[in-house]
C-alpha cells in the first residue's frame, strides 16, 4: 500500500519557507518534504516535454506526479474528436517518465454521463495508456452502477471529492486498485482552510482504505491553505507510509 499526500502545484509561500530548508527551486523544496504533486497548469496550457523531463529530474526517484488533462479535452470538445489532443498530451507528459503516476480527467459540472462517449473516449485512452487513471465527474449522472461499472471494467478509479457536488461523489468509486482523493476546501471551494479535526479524518480515511495505491490532493490554494493543511495531513499517515526519499537533484 502507499500513501501520497500532496498540492495542486508545488509554490511555496512566503511565511511557509522555513518549512522547505535548503536551496533549490520551490519544487526541488518541496519534494523532500512531500511524496506527490499534481500538475493542474496542464489543464489551462501545454507544457514541452523538456519542461516534464526537467520536473522529473528536480524531484527524488520515488516521487510521483499527478497530470491534469487539458480542458480542450474534458471541458471544449467534451470527450469526443479528442484522438490529436490526447495523443499531443500523452507524448509532452510522457517527459516525467517513471514520475507520472496518474493522469486525471476532471469533467465539467454540466458533463452528464453518456455512456457511448465516455465508453469511446476511455477505450481510446487506455489503448494508448496503461497506467493509473483518475476521473472526476462532477454531474449526478455519473454516480450510477452503469457509470461505475463502465469505470472499473476499464480500470479507472472515480475520484472522491470535497466538497461533494452530487451524493456519492465524496466517496471513491469506479476501479478500487486506486483512491485519490482531492479536498477543494469546504465550505468554500478553493478558498477554506481545513480544521485540525477534518485533517484527522481524512488521514482516518486514508489509513483505513484498502486501495493498493492511495493519493490526496489539497487543491484549496486560493489562500495558500493548501501546503500546510498537506503537511498536516501527511504528517499524520506518513509513519504508516514511511517517509518521502532524498532528493539526488540539486536543483
Same mark, same amino acid.
Given at each position: 500500500?502507499?500513501?501520497?499526500?500532496?498540492?495542486?502545484?508545488?509554490?511555496?509561500?512566503?511565511?511557509?519557507?522555513?518549512?522547505?530548508?535548503?536551496?533549490?527551486?520551490?519544487?526541488?523544496?518541496?519534494?523532500?518534504?512531500?511524496?506527490?504533486? &499534481? +500538475?493542474?497548469? =496542464? %489543464?489551462?496550457?501545454?507544457? @514541452? !516535454?523538456?519542461?516534464?523531463?526537467?520536473? *522529473?529530474?528536480?524531484?527524488?526517484?520515488?516521487?510521483?506526479?499527478?497530470?491534469?488533462?487539458?480542458?480542450?479535452?474534458?471541458?471544449?470538445?467534451?470527450?469526443?474528436?479528442?484522438?490529436?489532443?490526447?495523443?499531443?498530451?500523452?507524448?509532452?507528459?510522457?517527459?516525467?517518465?517513471?514520475?507520472?503516476?496518474?493522469?486525471?480527467?476532471?469533467?465539467?459540472?454540466?458533463?452528464?454521463?453518456?455512456? &457511448? +462517449?465516455?465508453? =469511446? %473516449?476511455?477505450?481510446?485512452? @487506455? !489503448?494508448?495508456?496503461?497506467?493509473?487513471? *483518475?476521473?472526476?465527474?462532477?454531474?449526478?449522472?455519473?454516480?450510477?452502477?452503469?457509470?461505475?461499472?463502465?469505470?472499473?471494467?476499464?480500470?479507472?478509479?472515480?475520484?472522491?471529492?470535497?466538497?461533494?457536488?452530487?451524493?456519492?461523489?465524496?466517496?471513491?468509486?469506479?476501479?478500487?486498485?486506486?483512491?485519490?482523493?482531492?479536498?477543494?476546501?469546504?465550505?468554500?471551494?478553493?478558498?477554506?482552510?481545513?480544521?485540525?479535526?477534518?485533517?484527522?479524518?481524512?488521514?482516518?480515511?486514508?489509513?483505513?482504505?484498502?486501495?493498493?495505491?492511495?493519493?490526496?490532493?489539497?487543491?484549496?490554494?486560493?489562500?495558500?491553505?493548501?501546503?500546510?493543511?498537506?503537511?498536516?495531513?501527511?504528517?499524520?499517515?506518513?509513519?504508516?507510509?514511511?517517509?518521502?526519499?532524498?532528493?539526488?537533484?540539486?536543483?
Amino acid at each position: 500500500m502507499a500513501f501520497r499526500v500532496g498540492t495542486a502545484g508545488w509554490s511555496i509561500a512566503t511565511p511557509l519557507a522555513a518549512s522547505f530548508p535548503d536551496e533549490g527551486t520551490h519544487l526541488v523544496r518541496y519534494g523532500r518534504r512531500l511524496p506527490c504533486a &499534481e +500538475i493542474d497548469s =496542464s %489543464f489551462w496550457r501545454p507544457h @514541452r !516535454r523538456t519542461t516534464y523531463e526537467r520536473w *522529473a529530474a528536480s524531484v527524488p526517484p520515488d516521487f510521483r506526479f499527478s497530470v491534469k488533462m487539458p480542458r480542450v479535452v474534458t471541458h471544449q470538445k467534451r470527450l469526443t474528436e479528442t484522438g490529436d489532443d490526447v495523443s499531443r498530451f500523452l507524448d509532452e507528459s510522457a517527459g516525467l517518465g517513471d514520475r507520472l503516476g496518474v493522469l486525471l480527467v476532471q469533467l465539467p459540472p454540466g458533463g452528464r454521463f453518456s455512456p &457511448e +462517449i465516455a465508453a =469511446s %473516449f476511455f477505450d481510446d485512452l @487506455r !489503448r494508448r495508456f496503461d497506467g493509473m487513471i *483518475a476521473c472526476e465527474p462532477r454531474h449526478k449522472g455519473w454516480f450510477t452502477p452503469e457509470a461505475e461499472q463502465l469505470l472499473t471494467d476499464r480500470r479507472i478509479a472515480r475520484v472522491a471529492a470535497d466538497p461533494a457536488p452530487a451524493p456519492g461523489a465524496g466517496e471513491p468509486g469506479g476501479w478500487r486498485g486506486l483512491t485519490y482523493r482531492r479536498l477543494h476546501g469546504s465550505p468554500e471551494m478553493y478558498i477554506s482552510d481545513y480544521s485540525p479535526e477534518r485533517l484527522a479524518a481524512f488521514a482516518t480515511q486514508l489509513r483505513e482504505d484498502p486501495a493498493d495505491e492511495i493519493w490526496c490532493i489539497l487543491d484549496n490554494t486560493a489562500r495558500g491553505c493548501a501546503l500546510p493543511n498537506a503537511l498536516t495531513l501527511w504528517a499524520d499517515v506518513a509513519p504508516t507510509a514511511g517517509p518521502p526519499g532524498k532528493s539526488t537533484q540539486g536543483e
